[in-house]
């Protein structure tokens, strides 16, 4: 059995899959995870939760916006270590 939060299941895959959506879970009402969730199933989705929290995961698909500092640590930490060398 598979929750939102957790919907990476065992390998071999679930006969059903429970998938609970509720609105206070806002952050993670997303049409990937959603969509991951349904297609790990082997036989039966069953969705338990409110109906506009359905709709608010089946449209949001902000995928490509990230809120991290990676790239910018990844970059001063390249100009730290240049910065070494050169000195």
């Given at each position: 059995m598979c929750f939102e939060e957790e919907i990476t299941c065992d390998e071999s895959g679930d006969l059903f899959i429970i998938v609970p959506l509720l609105k206070e879970h806002y952050i993670m009402l997303r049409r990937n995870l959603l969509y991951t969730a349904v297609t790990r199933a082997k036989a039966k989705v069953i969705l338990i939760g409110q109906r506009q929290a359905v709709y608010i995961a089946i449209h949001k698909c902000d995928v490509g916006q990230r809120?991290?500092?990676?790239?910018?640590r990844i970059v001063a930490y390249y100009n730290r270590e240049m910065s070494k060398r050169v000195a």
């Open positions: 809120n991290t500092v990676l790239a910018d």
